[in-house]
C-alpha cells in the first residue's frame, strides 16, 4: 500500500496543506514555477513522477504543455486529482515507472523523489525518456533534513551515510532515502544531464514574520530543487 493511502497518514497530509502549514505553498511551489517559468512549456510532452493530487501537472497544462502523463502510486490521491483535459492520470509506483525512448520533452517531480530507494536508474530511466534539449526539474526534500539517521530539529548528522531512513511523520515508519548533493549532482552528470540551476528555497524575513512556523526553515534549508537538461 502507498503511504499515502495510509487513512491516519493521508488525512495529516491533507490537514497540513489545508492550513498551510507546511513547506509547499510557501517555498515549493513559488520556487518550482520559478524555474519552470524559463523553459519551452507550450507544446511540450510533459510527465509528472509522484504527481499527488495533480497540483503541478494543471498548472502545467494550463501554461500551455499540449500533454501531461502524471504518475502516481497513490489511488487515494489519484481519486481527488484535479481534472484537466490535457492531463491523463495513471497510477504506477514511480520506482519501477518506464516510457518509451524520446517520448517527454519535460519530465517533472515536486517532493516526491527522496522516497525512491534508487535514485541512479531513475536518473538514467528518465534521460532515455527525454528528447534532445528535454528538461528534468525535481524537488526533493533538502539533504540537510535527510541526513540524520535519528531525526533531529537541526542536527546534521551521519551525512556520508546515503541509504534508508525512517522518520515518524504523522505515522511511525515513514521511509525516505538519504542522498548528498554531490552524489545527486555526479548521478545526473553521468547519465548525460547539464545542471541548469540548483537552489535551496528560503523563507524570506518577511514571510517568517508572516508566518512564524518558517523561522526553522531559515535555520537549515528544507528543500533542493534541480533543473537539468540532457
Not at 517559468?37 to 497540483?55: F, H
Not at 553521468?190 to 540548483?198: A, I
Request: proline share 5%; aromatic share 6%.
Amino acid at each position: 500500500m502507498s503511504l499515502y493511502d495510509n487513512p491516519q497518514f493521508l488525512e495529516g497530509y491533507r490537514q497540513l496543506r489545508r492550513t498551510g502549514q507546511g513547506i509547499n505553498d510557501a517555498l515549493e511551489i513559488p520556487a518550482m514555477d520559478a524555474v519552470l517559468a524559463a523553459l519551452p512549456i507550450a507544446g511540450a510532452r510533459v510527465v509528472d513522477l509522484g504527481c499527488g493530487e495533480g497540483g503541478l501537472a494543471v498548472r502545467l497544462a494550463a501554461a500551455g504543455a499540449a500533454e501531461v502523463l502524471a504518475v502516481d502510486a497513490s489511488e487515494q490521491m489519484l481519486a481527488a486529482a484535479v481534472r484537466h483535459p490535457r492531463v491523463r492520470y495513471e497510477r504506477a509506483d514511480v520506482a519501477a515507472f518506464d516510457l518509451p525512448h524520446g517520448s517527454a520533452d519535460l519530465v517533472v517531480s515536486s517532493m516526491a523523489l527522496h522516497y525512491v530507494e534508487d535514485f541512479v536508474a531513475l536518473v538514467a530511466r528518465v534521460a532515455g525518456w527525454l528528447a534532445s534539449g528535454g528538461a528534468f526539474v525535481f524537488s526533493v526534500e533538502h539533504p540537510m533534513m535527510t541526513a540524520p539517521v535519528v531525526a533531529a530539529d537541526c542536527l546534521v548528522d551521519n551525512y556520508a551515510d546515503e541509504g534508508r531512513r525512517e522518520r515518524t511523520w504523522f505515522v511511525a515508519g515513514v521511509v525516505k532515502y538519504h542522498r548528498t548533493i554531490g552524489s545527486i549532482v555526479a548521478t545526473l552528470r553521468r547519465h548525460g544531464f547539464r545542471l541548469e540551476s540548483l537552489d535551496e528555497p528560503l523563507p524570506t524575513s518577511d514571510q517568517v514574520a508572516t508566518c512564524p512556523h518558517l523561522a526553522i526553515h531559515r535555520r537549515r534549508p528544507p528543500i533542493l530543487l534541480i533543473s537539468a537538461r540532457t
